[in-house]
C-alpha cells in the first residue's frame, strides 16, 4: 500500500525492517514492485531497486505482466529510465505478444520515448545503462564502473588501501588511473569516451583523466 501510494518515507522505514518480506505478493500475484510501477512511483521503485532482498523485479502477476512491462504501458518514462540504470537483468517479455511484452506495450499506447529506450536496452544493456546514467546525473555510479573496470584490468592494483575506499567513487578511480602506465591511460581514456576518432595520446592521458574525473564528479 505504501509503494501503491508513493509514501516514500513508509517505504524506506518498512524496508529497515529485517522481517520484511519484500517479495510478497498480493492475491492477484502483485508485489510491491509490482505497485510502484503501475502507479508510477518513481521514488519508491528506487528504494526497492537498491533492496538487495527484491528479487521480484521480473516477477510476472496472474495476468502476465511483470513490473517492467506495466511502468512501459503506462508510459511510465522517468521510472523505466530508473530500472534500467540500475543495472538489475530486465526481463523485456515475449515480443510475440503485445500485452505482455515491455516494448510492445509502450508502442500499443504510443510511448515514442520509452519504444526508444527498450529498443536501444534490448540490443546493448550496458550501454544504454551507462547512457542512462549520464542522462539522470548518476556520475558516481559511472566512476564507480570505471572505477572497477581500471582495477580488474591490473593486476598491480588489486589492493586497494582503506583510505582509499573512503574517498568518492570519482577520487578513487582517479586515484587508481593516474597510477596505471601512460599506454593503459591512454587505452582506457579511448574506451570510457566511447569515441573512434579522440584517441588520447600518451603524452595527453593523465590530463584526460583528470578531466573525465572532473567531468564525472560535478553534480
Known amino acids: 500500500m505504501a509503494c501503491r501510494n508513493g509514501h516514500q518515507a513508509v517505504v524506506s522505514l518498512l524496508l529497515s525492517q529485517a522481517s520484511i518480506d519484500v517479495n510478497q505478493k498480493t492475491s492477484t500475484g502483485m508485489t510491491s514492485f509490482h505497485a510502484a510501477c503501475a502507479r508510477g512511483k518513481t521514488d519508491c521503485a528506487r528504494l526497492l531497486l537498491g533492496d538487495p532482498r527484491m528479487e521480484s523485479v521480473n ?3 496472474i495476468f502476465g505482466f511483470t513490473p517492467l512491462c506495466t511502468a512501459s504501458f503506462k508510459g511510465h518514462f522517468e521510472l523505466v529510465r530508473w530500472m534500467v540504470a540500475s543495472g538489475r537483468a530486465l526481463d523485456l517479455g515475449d ?3 503485445d500485452r505482455t511484452d515491455a516494448v510492445g506495450a509502450a508502442r500499443l499506447r504510443k510511448h515514442g520515448e520509452l519504444v526508444s529506450l527498450l529498443e536501444r536496452f534490448k540490443v546493448d544493456p550496458v550501454k544504454t545503462k551507462q547512457e542512462v546514467w549520464l ?3 548518476c556520475h558516481g555510479e559511472l566512476a564507480a564502473a570505471l572505477f572497477a573496470l581500471v582495477v580488474f584490468t591490473s593486476d598491480g592494483l588489486l589492493e586497494i588501501t582503506k583510505a582509499m575506499a573512503t574517498m568518492a567513487p ?3 578511480f582517479l586515484a587508481i588511473a593516474t597510477c596505471l602506465p601512460v599506454e593503459l591511460q591512454m587505452v582506457l581514456c579511448y574506451r570510457t569516451m566511447g569515441s573512434p576518432k579522440d584517441l588520447i595520446m600518451s ?3 593523465e590530463a584526460a583523466f583528470r578531466e573525465l574525473a572532473w567531468t564525472l564528479s560535478a553534480q
Open 135 to 137: 542522462e539522470l546525473g
Open 95 to 97: 515480443p510475440s505478444n
Open 170 to 172: 570519482a577520487a578513487r
Open 203 to 205: 603524452r595527453d592521458s
Open 59 to 61: 516477477e510476472v502477476d
